[in-house]
Each structure stands twice: as C-alpha cells, then as structure tokens.
C-alpha cells in the first residue's frame, strides 16, 4: 500500500508560483506513472499533469491548459514527485491531489492518491 503526502500549497497572487511536492512512502515508486490532479470547488477532479516511470522513459503530459506554466519532475532517490507552477491564475485555485500508478493514470484510472492540497490564488 502506497501513502503519499502532499505539501506546499497556500495562498498566492495571480502572477506568483508555488512548488508542491509529494512524498510517498510503502511502495516501488520509481516504478509508478506519478501526476498531479486538480479539483476547483463545484467541478470534477482534472488531471494536470503525469510523469512515467524511468522504464517509460520518464516521458511528461500536461494538461493543455498548463503545459506551458507547470512542470512535473521526479526525484527516485527520496520517492518525491514535484510540481512547479508558475504564472498562477485565479482558475488555478483548487486542491491538488497526488497521484500514482500506472500509464492509464493519465485517463484518470488511479491506484493511490494523497489527501490533498489547497492552492488559492488571489486576483
């Protein structure tokens, strides 16, 4: 069984950054397909982001909306995955969950999420 925590959420600008990392413990990370979703308040959990593991070459997906402010890294080392985001907007604020899996992650098919993480940015 999997557990992942998540942190470094908060309050933000429009225009700032945040960088949200995992932890995840109980399992062989660096095997996982690993992303981030999002929920805004009154709609559905979205996927943000993925990375695969080191056996898929370690590729990157973005949600379209973000591909160009975010960036996912992975680090096997210390079983973290991170999520730099930057150019915050408004319609950024959500919680943000972790995720790990498999590569139908990316679909939204999860095994493991973490408890989430708030992220408000202000006008």
């Known amino acids: 069984q999997v557990q992942l925590v998540e942190s470094g959420g908060g309050l933000v600008q429009a225009g700032g950054s945040l960088r949200l990392s995992c932890v995840a413990s109980?399992?062989?990370?660096?095997?996982?397909?690993v992303g981030w979703f999002r929920q805004a308040p009154g709609k559905g959990r979205e996927f943000v982001a993925a990375?695969?593991?080191?056996?898929?070459?370690?590729?990157?997906y973005y949600a379209d909306s973000d591909q160009d402010r975010f960036t996912i890294s992975r680090d096997n080392a210390k079983n973290t995955v991170n999520l730099q985001m930057n150019s915050l907007k408004p319609e950024d604020t959500a919680v943000y969950y972790c995720?790990?899996?498999?590569?139908?992650?990316?679909?939204?098919?999860?095994?493991?999420w973490g408890q989430g993480t708030q992220v408000t940015v202000s006008s």
């Open positions: 995720a790990a899996g498999t590569l139908r992650l990316r679909q939204g098919i999860v095994d493991y």
């Open positions: 109980g399992g062989p990370f660096r095997m996982y397909t």
């Open positions: 990375m695969t593991s080191d056996w898929s070459a370690r590729g990157r």
